[in-house]
C-alpha cells in the first residue's frame, strides 16, 4: 500500500459502535466478519495465546516467542509482535490487512493471538487438539488498563471518564464482554483441552517460575542463561523501548501513545490509584458473585 492510501485509511479510522454476537460487544467489522473467523482453519501445530484484553497478552506473546527462538533476541527482532503472531478477531478497513490475512501468511508453526471468550473460538482449534495458553489479570488491575487502552485508542469507544467505564466493564457492554465470564469460561475449559492457565500476578512475582512453565508446557528445554537472557528480554522496562514490542510501529492516529502507553505501568496494585473504596467493595461483591464455586481466584496485590 502506498503512503497516501495508507493515510487515507487511517484518517477513517474512527471510534468504534459496539456490535453484539451471542450477547458479547465487538467492533462491527468483527460482526460482519463473523462468519468468516469461525471458519478459521486451524492447524494441529498451531499455539493459540488467549486472553481478556489487557491481561499481559503482549508480555506473553513476547515470552513464547523468545522460547520458540532459542531466546535470540535478533529472531525476535524480524517484525512488530501483531505481525509475529497474528490476532484473528482483529479486523481493519480495507486495505489494511485483517488479522486472519496475516495468520494466511504466516509460516507452521504459528503462534496465533485471540481476546475470544471460550464459547466463541472458532471450533477448528478444538477440532485440532491446539495447545492454549491463556493468561488472567486480576479484574481490578485489568479494568484500569482497559480504561487507559480506550481512551489511547481511536479505534475503540469512548470510554467516558473513569466511573463511566467501570460501570460498562462490570456489566460486561465493552470490546470482548464480561471479564467474568471470560476468565471462569477458560478456566472450567482447561479441565477439558491442554490449556496452560497462567496469571499476570504470577508472572509478576517470579517471571522466571513461570516462563519454566511455558517451557514445559511446549516441550521446550531451557538452560538457565537462555532462561536468564528471556527474563531480562521481556521485563517491562525492556520491552518498553523495544520497537518490536510495543507497538510504538503503529502510527498514531490509531494508537496514541501521548495519551497512553501501550507499555502503561506494568504492575500490580495500579488499581488503588484508581478506584473508590465503594468501586473496590463492589467489584469485590461481583467478582465472589461470578467466580463463586469456580476455585478461580485471583491477588489483588503482591
Ligand atoms: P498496564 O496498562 O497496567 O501498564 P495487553 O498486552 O494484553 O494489551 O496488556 C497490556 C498490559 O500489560 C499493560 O498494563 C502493560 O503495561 C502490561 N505489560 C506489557 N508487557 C509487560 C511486561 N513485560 N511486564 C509487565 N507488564 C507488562
Known sequence: MDLKSEQEVLSFIKRSELVEVEG??????????????????????DLLICTYPKAGTTWIQEIVDML????????????PTHKRMPF?????????????????????PRTIKTHLSVQLLPPSFWEQNCKVIYVARNAKDNAVSYFHFHRMNQGMPEPGNWDQFLEDFLVGKVMWGSWFDHVRGWWEAKDR??????????????????????????????????LKRIVQHTAFESMKTNPMANYSTIPSLILDQTVSPFLRKGTVGDWKEHFTVAQSERLDEVCARELGGSGLTFRMEL
Open 193 to 226: 483441552h491442554p490449556i496452560l492457565y497462567l496469571h499476570y500476578e504470577d508472572m509478576k512475582e517470579d517471571p522466571a517460575r513461570e516462563i519454566q512453565k511455558v517451557a514445559q508446557f511446549l516441550g521446550i528445554e531451557v538452560t538457565e542463561p537462555v
Open 68 to 79: 520458540r527462538h532459542g531466546g535470540d533476541p535478533q529472531k525476535c527482532a524480524r517484525a
Open 88 to 108: 484473528i478477531d482483529l479486523f481493519l478497513p480495507k486495505p489494511l490487512t485483517s488479522g486472519l490475512e496475516d495468520a494466511e501468511e504466516t509460516p507452521s
Open 24 to 45: 458479547v460487544p465487538f467492533a462491527k467489522e468483527t460482526e460482519e466478519n463473523w462468519s468468516l473467523l469461525q471458519a478459521f482453519a486451524a492447524r494441529p501445530d
